[in-house]
């Protein structure tokens, strides 16, 4: 395994250069403060409408969410969850706890929630989506491939690299979401109370395993969460990019991909089968924070086992593949 280092040390000399990853990160310094201050906005809304009590604001939320549960107009999916959230929130109330406290901590543990389904996966799929299929397209993998290494210690050193990168952009999204939304809503936040534990059974909750953790141990779970998610995606894509030639064709193949099970995972109730995409399972979050699955029956163990299998066959096919395949003519 000598030969290795110097290889995955050229991958990453070879990402550097395409600027990819700075790319990634122009993208979240571009779009965080964005998200910033329409989150700044919204928090002074509510402020001006409630005042400085936050009770207020969520009885109302709890009454307009009750209030929707008698109209023939909303669909049975819609007041199930509404149902769900309702009980939710009461729990929040009955232990005086503020679930959307406004602070940088608060805002980041929201936006990488909403993000793990499409915004973090994209971000990763721009580098694994020509790991290899842009060396086919120069034309520099033939060179590659002349040296005097096994073609699966080649492969590897590119994989090592993807996960590698993948890891720095779950840390910079984080870091960087954190960092800007503090300047608007401050640092604090980390010691705050966050419930989890919650057990969805029918269109009720199961509130008998819900613990409060402090936001900063939340944050490590979902950060475990969003990185395995990472993993999953850029395997795929990695799988793609060696078995598709052209660069551009591999990216689209992953975009439509993740963006339709973004669209399915909020229709694919009436499918039983559909929980077995991995596009489905993406929202691993979810579970943390106790919201109703895209699917009955799915939990945070089922999807964890679907996502590692799917990323497994991903690089099972991407070795086979590359080590047969004839890549030189």
């Known amino acids: 395994m000598s030969n290795l280092v110097p290889l995955i040390q050229n991958e990453c000399i070879k990402i550097i250069k395409r600027k990819r990853f700075f790319v990634v990160l122009l993208v979240l310094l571009a779009l965080v403060p964005m998200f910033t201050y329409a989150q700044m906005k919204s928090a002074e809304r509510s402020q001006e409408k409630f005042g400085s009590d936050w009770r207020l604001e969520l009885q109302q939320r709890i009454t307009d969410n009750e209030t929707s549960l008698s109209s023939d107009r909303v669909p049975d999916e819609w007041k199930r969850y509404r149902q769900i959230f309702i009980q939710q929130m009461q729990y929040y109330l009955e232990h005086d706890v503020n679930p959307n406290e406004p602070n940088g901590v608060t805002f980041t543990r929201e936006f990488m929630n909403n993000a793990i389904s499409l915004f973090i996966p994209l971000l990763i799929m721009a580098i694994a989506s020509d790991i290899v299929s842009g060396e086919r397209t120069t034309g520099t993998i033939k060179m590659l491939l002349t040296r005097p290494v096994k073609r ?22 984080y870091v960087i979401a954190y960092l800007v939304s503090g300047v608007a809503f401050g640092y604090k936040g980390f010691n705050i109370p966050v419930f989890t534990g919650f057990e969805i059974v029918g269109s009720d909750v199961d509130l008998s395993g819900v613990h409060a953790v402090p936001q900063w141990k939340y944050l490590l779970m979902q950060g475990g969460l969003v990185w395995f998610v990472g993993i999953c995606v850029g395997m795929l894509a990695f799988m ?49 924070a106790g919201n109703l699955p895209p699917i009955e029956g799915m939990t945070l163990n089922f999807s964890l086992a679907i996502l590692a299998l799917w990323a497994a066959c991903a690089v099972i096919i991407s070795f086979s593949v590359f080590t047969k395949r004839d890549i030189l003519n």
């Open 240 to 288: 793609v990019s060696v078995l598709v030639r052209s660069t551009a064709a591999s990216i689209v193949i992953m975009m439509a991909a993740l963006i339709a099970g973004n669209i399915l995972t909020n229709m694919a109730s009436a499918w039983s089968s559909a929980k077995y995409l991995f596009m489905v399972n993406l929202n691993l979050t979810g579970y943390l």
């Open 152 to 173: 699966w210690k080649v492969l590897l050193s590119k994989l090592i690299t993807l996960i590698m990168f993948t890891s720095l952009i779950v840390v910079s999204a």
